[in-house]
């Protein structure tokens, strides 16, 4: 399963993590999560590996993670409010 923008919000936001302790986790910048969360730079194979062994996500992990977004984003819920840093 590949990641989406909008998957790698989620993980950051279920884990009340700023993009900055985020991008720590990852070993990137934090100009760097803010791209890839909106869709500004593509997620390389390789940012996908950081991301899921850093936050031990599987296959069933990101497909729960998958339908919980899918939700959010065809409720609405998202107001569009931007998380930059904490």
Known sequence: MMLTAEL???IRTSKNLS?????ERIKT???MVSYLENGICEIT???ESRIKKA?????SILATLEATCNEIYEDGSDNGNEDNQK
């Not at 993009?19 to 991008?23: P, R, T």
């Open 29 to 31: 910048s934090q100009t």
């Open 8 to 10: 790698i919000k989620l």
């Open 45 to 47: 194979p390789e940012m």
């Open 55 to 59: 936050f031990r996500l599987n296959n």
């Open 19 to 23: 993009q900055l302790k985020f991008a």
